[in-house]
């Protein structure tokens, strides 16, 4: 570390707090709204609460190609903008210190966390996308033992109806049981039991028995007087159905890793859809990828604000761009891969135009004096601010109007 000078280890020290903050956050907002829909999911298909988790771990490599970034941008911007705040920047700046020399060590963060997350879109985000599908898939077909839904009939391999009226002990303990068992010969058991239980047998993993208790059984034969039996105990076995094993990774593009997608994507043996699908997919992944080295150099343009301000129309400003050009990335891609477009013009123009974009504004901050590339807004904020201020001052109704919606 003594090698690292000290204004380094300063500036890391002040990038790497805000940037894990904000990492964490914007990881947790993003599995909190995946995590109600899949909670609704699950409990309507029936399934074990504990398959939430494991979908939801399963898209975290998604959720962090999206973070990290954030997290870079706002790490990088909330410690500059301290720098200048605090007058410090001014300093350093005075001493002979560039913008560009104080960015070493956020770039040197930038390119290691675009290495990360080359890794993580390239390889971990396709392959923890198979095994979402591949939970999905046994949600819904039933393999997670998702089948048994309380209040309704469910049909068993065909010759069994079998309604429960509720369920205690999470699930363990069933109350209120009737089945209807018919065979090929058309026999027909109607059987009725106060409570019950499934088991699994280890000898036999495509069966389980379920275990009734203080019930009776009504027997019903062609030609002949049905029969009634009482039973405190009775095992019922149910042959559970077969399911399909799920299909081998890749049916998507996005289950693709970077050199498959290279392979199909420029193969004249595959469909012309399937190609441009798979260079959209490429296209994109990059450019999310190498735009994070533009990060650094937006986060300074917009973290410094005018003298003797501490607006942060900056920080605003900047998670408004950053979203933004995802969302145009994304429909970049959705268009490309319908045919529509070339793939690198629909992906590579806006990040083009975006870097330009970008240049020019840290070119601003850097090397004109006085220059803030947001420095319009910043001025149609500071008017909007006054007139504002100056309407709740002539109008005390509005103004009381505003306290109460504070206090609420």
């Known amino acids: 570390m003594k090698l690292i000078p000290a204004i380094d280890r300063y500036i890391f020290r002040l990038v790497l707090m805000p940037m894990l903050a904000v990492f964490v956050i914007a990881a947790m907002l993003l599995m909190l709204d995946k995590m109600l829909k899949l909670f609704d999911f699950v409990a309507a298909m029936g399934g074990p609460v504990n398959v939430v988790f494991r979908m939801l771990a399963n898209m975290m490599p998604e959720y962090a190609s999206l973070a990290i970034p954030l997290g870079l941008l706002l790490g990088v911007l909330l410690a500059f903008r301290k720098l200048a705040t ?59 033992g998702a089948s048994i839904k309380i209040g309704e009939f469910t049909t068993l391999a065909d010759r069994m109806a079998l309604r429960i009226e509720r369920s205690e002990d999470e699930g363990r303990r069933l109350m209120g049981i009737f089945a209807r068992v018919a065979d090929s010969k058309g026999q027909v058991l109607a059987i009725s039991a106060r409570e019950g239980r499934f088991l699994s047998l280890k000898d036999s993993p495509d069966t389980i ?41 890749g049916g998507k593009e996005r289950e693709y890793f970077l050199p498959e997608l290279l392979k199909i994507g420029w193969s004249d043996h595959v469909a012309e859809s399937v190609r441009a699908s798979s260079q959209a997919s490429f296209n994109y992944r990059m450019v999310e990828v190498v735009m994070m080295l533009m990060m650094p150099l937006l986060a300074v343009a917009l973290a410094v604000p005018p003298k003797r301000s501490t607006s942060t129309l ?38 083009a135009l975006f870097a330009l974009l970008i240049g020019w504004m840290y070119w601003r901050i850097a090397y004109v004096p006085g220059g803030q590339p947001i420095g319009a807004l910043e001025r149609f904020a500071a008017t909007a601010g006054k007139q504002l201020r100056r309407f709740f001052r002539r109008h005390p109704g509005a103004r009381k109007l505003a306290g109460m919606r504070d206090a609420a």
């Open 86 to 144: 605090s007058s410090e920047l001014d300093v350093l700046r005075a001493v002979g210190m560039s913008y560009t020399r104080l960015l070493r060590v956020p770039y040197a963060m930038a390119i290691g966390l675009a290495v990360l997350n080359f890794a993580i879109v390239g390889y971990l985000q396709p392959l923890s996308r198979y095994y979402y599908e591949q939970l999905n898939y046994q949600l819904v077909s039933g393999a997670l």
């Open 209 to 249: 028995v379920l275990r009734l208790a203080d019930g009776e059984i009504v027997q019903n034969e062609p030609g002949e007087t049905p029969r009634v039996l009482t039973f405190s105990q009775h095992d019922l076995p149910i042959d559970l159905p077969a399911v399909e094993a799920f299909r081998k990774r």
């Open 314 to 351: 900056g920080v605003f400003v900047s998670i408004v761009m950053v979203v933004a050009y995802h969302k145009v990335n994304e429909y970049g891609q959705s268009v490309a891969s319908l045919g529509r477009v070339n793939p690198v013009l629909a992906l590579w123009g806006p990040f």
